[in-house]
C-alpha cells in the first residue's frame, strides 16, 4: 500500500482543467513531491518537482501546488496528448527512501 | 541530449540472479545521483534504490524489499550503472527503470526500461 494516496481516475473535456491530489505526512513535512507523466508502453517523464518547479521544456498548462499534508498537479487547458497515468513521489520521512502515489488514469473526454 | 539505455534484463527462475545495466550519455555521469524504479505488470511505480555520486559519498538506500538481495554500483570510467539482482521472486517481476535523481529526490531523466521475468 502507498504511502502517498492518489484518485485512481480523474478525467475531463478537452480545454478545461483537472486537479490531481496526493496525500501523504511526508508531503507536509517536506517540500519534495515530484509528478510524473507516464502513456501508455513509454517510461514517465517529469513534469514537477520540488512541488512547482517545471524542468525545461514542460508547457506551462502543468502546474503544481501544496496545502498541507497533500500536494496537487493541475492540467490546464486539457489536449488529447494528456491522457496518460500521472504518479506523485516524495521522499518518505526523514530517510532517504522514495514514495510514489499509486497513479491517476487521466482520461479526457 | 541527455540518456539513459537499460539493458541486462530477461527471464530467470526464483531464486536466481541477474545484472542489470544503465549506459549514460550527454551528462557528467560522475556526478550525478542514480536510481533505479521498478513497475510490475499493469501496476504503478515502485523505487527499488539510489546511489549518490563519488564526491557525495558514494552511498546508497534501498527499498526494504529489495535490501540484501539487490546491490546498486556504479563505474563511472564507464558511464555505467548497475543492479545486481541476487535471491529472485516473482514479485521482483516487471519494467525496470535506470533514472537519475535530484537531491530534492526529483528523477529526472529516465532509461527506456528494461523487462525482468521471475518465473519457473
Known amino acids: 500500500q502507498s504511502a502517498l494516496t492518489q484518485p485512481p481516475s480523474a478525467s475531463g473535456s478537452p480545454g478545461q482543467s483537472v486537479t490531481i491530489s496526493c496525500t501523504g505526512t511526508?508531503?507536509?513535512?517536506?517540500?519534495?513531491v515530484s509528478w510524473y507523466q507516464q502513456h501508455p508502453g513509454k517510461a514517465p517523464k517529469l513534469l514537477i518537482y520540488?512541488?512547482?518547479k517545471r524542468p525545461s521544456g514542460v508547457p506551462d498548462r502543468f502546474s503544481g501546488s501544496k496545502s498541507g499534508n497533500t500536494a496537487s498537479l493541475t492540467v490546464s487547458g486539457l489536449q488529447a496528448e494528456d491522457e496518460a497515468d500521472f504518479y506523485c513521489?516524495?521522499?518518505?520521512?526523514?530517510?532517504?527512501?522514495?514514495?510514489f502515489g499509486g497513479g491517476t488514469k487521466v482520461t479526457v473526454l | 541530449e541527455k540518456q539513459l539505455v537499460d539493458s541486462g534484463g530477461g527471464l530467470v527462475k526464483p531464486g536466481g540472479s541477474l545484472r542489470l545495466s544503465c549506459a549514460a550519455s550527454?551528462?557528467?555521469?560522475?556526478?550525478?545521483?542514480m536510481n533505479w524504479v521498478r513497475q510490475p505488470p499493469g501496476k504503478g511505480l515502485e523505487w527499488v534504490g539510489r546511489?549518490?555520486?563519488?564526491?557525495?559519498?558514494?552511498?546508497?538506500d534501498y527499498a526494504a524489499p529489495v535490501k540484501g538481495r539487490f546491490t546498486l554500483s556504479r563505474d563511472d570510467s564507464e558511464n555505467t550503472l548497475y543492479l545486481q539482482m541476487n535471491s529472485l521472486k516473482t514479485e521482483d517481476t516487471g519494467v525496470y527503470y535506470c533514472?537519475?535523481?535530484?537531491?530534492?529526490?526529483?528523477?529526472?531523466?529516465w532509461g527506456q526500461g528494461t523487462t525482468v521475468t521471475v518465473s519457473s
Open positions: 550527454g551528462f557528467t555521469f560522475s556526478n550525478a545521483w
Open positions: 533514472t537519475t535523481i535530484l537531491w530534492s529526490f526529483g528523477m529526472d531523466v
Open positions: 511526508s508531503v507536509g513535512g517536506y517540500n519534495f
Open positions: 520540488e512541488v512547482t
Open positions: 513521489s516524495s521522499n518518505a520521512g526523514s530517510n532517504n527512501y522514495v514514495v
Open positions: 546511489i549518490k555520486s563519488q564526491t557525495d559519498g558514494g552511498t546508497t
